[in-house]
């Protein structure tokens, strides 16, 4: 008996049909951990599920991936769901994955963790981004389902305490399908609105599930690039969503945002009461301390006599002129001394005060002044200066003295 002999395409083909028509591999969740994880530029996630004893190849195609609320991690537990098949091509067998959630821990809750976590670390919930919220709107956004009971009793609260505010409601799908595209479209028309005060963006209380379309990236985002300030209202007090952490402030529920919004009536007019009487309580006891300083100034001796500080100056001006004068006298009677005092030195050492006390000026032949005998010599004719004329002579003897100073 002749055997045929199959390809290795048509072996690979009937193992995935073998694989396909199994009723438990084409239905089936495995559990495991994730390792080797790649997320492809084609949107494809390919990635290897284990235990401690084995490992399976898995892939999970783009549009599988896109519905994902949370990002897998290297190292995550996992239970997947999908289906076993062979990739003919390399004859591989592999998990094809079409959704998955984490082991222990639901994919919304940690969803929620990981992009609370991402955005904090971007600074989303910072408080210096939180804008102020204004005490008196005048036109309020009101952002919510239009069918639901927490736009009504928004609507009621707010014209109960304030009735002048204007309100203006922005339908908006609040869960399912759509939500998040009709939240982030409201965010972004209320901004273009003219006169927008402030906003409200919320719903009614909820399972996480209904909840989630205010715990996507995309209204957060919206909500944290708002020029308008927005409370966040979100289902019951004990409900916490993204939206409530990044928007200017978070209302434990709808009506809570609407008691935030704008100001009780009555308790506003009691506030302005109070204020009024304050500022006039102020405003008298500036007039009386003006009046008591402006009494003062009246009797004040400046304003009395207002041009006594000039005289005093004056005064002060014309001492110093004295002051000036009596230094400038003295300065000149002591120069003129000093002048004459001088003068007289001078007149001392003039050769003319010298001759007048009986003393000559010798010279020789040549014109020098002879200073001892040691300069002349016998015979040699000499020339004396004396006050009213001058002598001429002949030496006819020289004669050295040691004591001749004491002569005279």
């Known amino acids: 008996m002749q055997i045929k002999a199959l390809s290795v395409s048509e072996v690979n083909q009937y193992m995935k049909r073998i694989l396909g028509s199994d009723p438990i591999l084409s239905h089936i969740y495995v559990k495991g951990e ?8 084609s949107g494809h996630m390919y990635f290897t599920l284990k235990d401690k004893n084995s490992k399976i ?18 190292g995550m537990s996992l239970v997947c769901k999908g289906y076993v098949s062979i990739y003919e091509k390399d004859g ?53 389902s239009p069918t639901g009971a927490a736009i009504r009793d928004m609507v009621s609260i707010i014209l109960r305490r304030f009735p002048q505010v204007e309100l203006c409601i922005f339908p908006v799908l609040v869960q399912g399908e759509g939500a998040v595209e009709t939240i982030v479209k409201a965010i972004e028309l209320c901004n273009r609105y003219p006169g ?43 409900d916490f969503t993204i939206s409530d952490f990044v928007a200017d402030l978070r209302a434990a529920t709808p009506s809570s945002a609407a008691e935030l919004a704008v100001p009780n009536r ?4 009691e506030y302005i009461d109070s204020m009024e009487k304050r500022m006039i ?24 006599y207002p041009l006594n500080p000039i005289y005093d100056k004056q005064q002060y001006i014309n001492d110093l002129l004295q002051k000036i004068k009596s230094a400038i006298n003295v300065k000149k009677q002591f120069n003129h001394r000093h002048l004459k005092y001088l003068g007289e030195r001078l007149h001392s050492l003039s050769p003319l005060s010298i001759f007048s006390r009986g003393y000559s000026i010798v010279r020789n032949s040549e014109g020098s002044i002879v200073k001892s005998t040691d300069h002349v010599q016998v015979d040699e004719r000499l020339c004396i ?23 005279y």
């Not at 080797?36 to 530029?41: D, F, G, I």
């Not at 963790?113 to 036109?139: C, M, S, V």
């Not at 599930?209 to 990236?217: D, G």
């Open 34 to 41: 994730i390792s080797n994880y790649r997320l492809h530029s």
């Open 57 to 74: 190849s898995c892939v999970m195609f783009k549009g599988n991936c896109e519905k994902l609320k949370f990002f897998p991690e290297e």
């Open 92 to 144: 591989q067998v592999q998990l094809y994955v079409n959704d998955m959630e984490p082991s222990g821990i639901g994919a919304l809750h940690l969803a929620f963790q990981q992009l609370k976590d991402r955005l904090n670390k971007e600074g989303l919930f910072d408080t210096k981004y939180k804008q102020e919220i204004p005490l008196i709107p005048r036109r309020i956004a009101l952002i919510t």
């Open 196 to 238: 927008i005060d402030l906003a409200i963006v919320g719903r009614g209380g909820g399972s996480i599930e209904e909840l989630w379309a205010f715990n996507e990236e995309k209204v957060a985002r919206a909500i944290f690039n708002s020029r308008v300030p927005i409370i966040s209202a979100v289902g019951h007090e004990t």
């Open 266 to 269: 009555v308790e506003l007019r």
């Open 281 to 304: 309580h102020l405003m008298k006891t500036k007039l009386n301390t003006s009046y008591q300083k402006l009494s003062f100034i009246e009797n004040s001796y400046f304003f009395r």
């Open 385 to 407: 200066d004396v006050i009213d004329g001058e002598i001429n002579c002949k030496v006819i003897e020289c004669k050295k003295e040691e004591k001749i100073l004491g002569k």
